[in-house]
Structure formats: C-alpha cells, structure tokens
C-alpha cells in the first residue's frame, strides 16, 4: 500500500502515456512503416491483447449463441402455431368434405321423392329408456305439421309429433310409440314395424306362413298415408317361428345409423293442425 500511495502519479502518468502511444498506434494508416516506438509498444502489448482478444471472441460467441437462441425459440413458436393452424384448416376441410357427401346423399334423395321437402339439421335427441326422439331446427315457419314423416338419405327416421315455429321433435322408428306400415321387399309379405328397445325394430303382425329371412330388406308399403311408398326401413336380422301362435318374431336393425344422424329431410305432406 505505501508503495502504490508512493508512485501513484508516476504510475497514472505511465499509464496515460502508453494509452496514447497506443492509440495514436492504432490509428496510423497501414502503408506506413511502423517506427521504434510503435514497433516496441507493440512488443510489449502483445502477450496482453492476446488474452483480451481471446476473451472479447469467447464474450461474443456467447453473446451470438443466446441471440441464436432468442431467435430459435421465437421461429419454433411461430412453426408450432403454423403446424396447429394447418391442423385446424385439414379437420376443417375434412368435415366440410365429409358434409358434402352426407347432403349430397340427401340431395339424391329429395330429388326421388315427388312431393315438396324440407332439409333440417339435427340438434338434439332424447333417447332414454322411455323416449326416442330427436330435434330438428325447423318447424312451422317452414311448413312442418305434426304427424309428418321425416327420411334421410338411407331411408326411414321417424315423423313429427311436437312443432314449434323454429324446432321440431321427431319420433324416431325405434320409439315403443312407433308404428310404420311395412312390407318384405323380396316376398311382399306385409306387418308392421315397431320399435323395440336398443334401436331396434320388430316387425309385427306377420303370420308364420309368411316368407320372411333373414338379410330381408324392409321397405315402407305405403298404408296409412303418412310414408310414402318404398322407402327403406332396414334389415332382417332375426326370424323366430314358435310351435304355437299364429304370427313369427322378427327383427329388423334399421338402414339409418340414428345415434349418427345430423341431417334429414321432412316431407312435406299430409300431417295435422
């Protein structure tokens, strides 16, 4: 300490010295040759800027690598909202597609029914243990009554039993309160379709010595007034004759996937006040 408090300014005059020695050396043009003192000074100074040349590269390389980071981190967080972006646009081109499909099946369909429709969306159903039905988002403002049928592209769902101005409850077929008039497409033979439980139907009324097989297909008969004629029902699934009675068990699983189904057709037709 008494050393340093000794030659402080000695020192301090040293060291201003050779900051300006070495400042007015590093900004001497290149094409002149270096004299004594610039080549001495530069002697000195070499060990020591070496190790602080070294430093300032290590400090920059650390510096470049977090903006690196910086930069990395941000592009994968603008990557990862693209990827979910695309993701968004194929589930959303997906479902359009696969709604394209569904109403042009039901496009086919309206157009091999004579009398006038009326297309609808499914927005609610009710299929607990004592009620099948669903709602649709069309009523009377649309023309819809009570008491009309309601089809999809695969055939029969139901009809209409409570209409408000904008919504619709539709029985389906497989509801106990059910009861279409049906015939065995292959053998004519003729019942009635009701609803059983676990969405499935029976056909009722169909005496033993009726032609009924199982893989039949059903088929409206047009009885009654309310289904148009030939449209489909579903399928025979089961055929049970008994030793006694006069009528066969049959039955039937319907061609429209219910618990599936999002649009329909009402035809307009017939019905009540």
Not at 183 to 194: E, F, H, M, P, W
Not at 224 to 244: A, C, Q
Not at 251 to 270: D, F, K, Q, T
Request: proline share 3%.
């Amino acid at each position: 300490m008494d050393f340093l408090k000794k030659y402080m300014y000695p020192l301090l005059t040293g060291i201003g010295i050779f900051v300006a020695l070495l400042v007015f050396s590093l900004n001497i043009p290149r094409n002149r040759e270096a004299n004594v003192i610039e080549r001495t000074l530069l002697t000195v100074l070499s060990p020591l800027l070496q190790p602080v040349s070294r430093i300032s590269g290590f400090v920059e390389d650390i510096w470049d690598g977090y903006i690196l980071l910086v930069d990395t981190h941000q592009e994968n967080l603008r990557l990862q909202e693209d990827i979910r972006s695309l993701n968004r646009r194929v589930l959303e081109g997906n479902e359009a597609f696969l709604a394209n499909q569904r109403l042009e099946r039901l496009l086919d369909m309206k157009k091999s029914v004579k009398d006038p429709t009326v297309a609808a969306t499914v927005i609610g159903e009710d299929v607990t243990s004592w009620f099948r039905t669903l709602v649709i988002n069309r009523g009377s403002s649309s023309g819809i009554r009570e008491g009309m049928s309601v089809i999809s592209s695969d055939g029969v769902v139901g009809q209409t039993v409570k209409v408000s101005s904008s919504t619709s409850r539709v029985l389906l077929l497989t509801d106990h309160a059910s009861g279409i008039s049906a015939t065995i497409q292959r053998s004519r033979a003729r019942g009635v379709v009701k609803g059983k439980s676990e969405m499935l139907c029976t056909l009722e009324f169909t005496t033993r010595e009726e032609d009924v097989k199982v893989g039949d297909t059903v088929i409206t008969s047009g009885i009654g007034g309310v289904f148009l004629k030939g449209l489909p029902i579903g399928e025979v699934t089961m055929v049970k004759r008994g030793e006694y009675g006069i009528f066969q068990t049959v039955s039937i699983r319907p061609a429209v996937n219910l618990p599936h189904l999002e649009e329909v057709l009402v035809v307009l037709r017939g019905g009540y006040e």
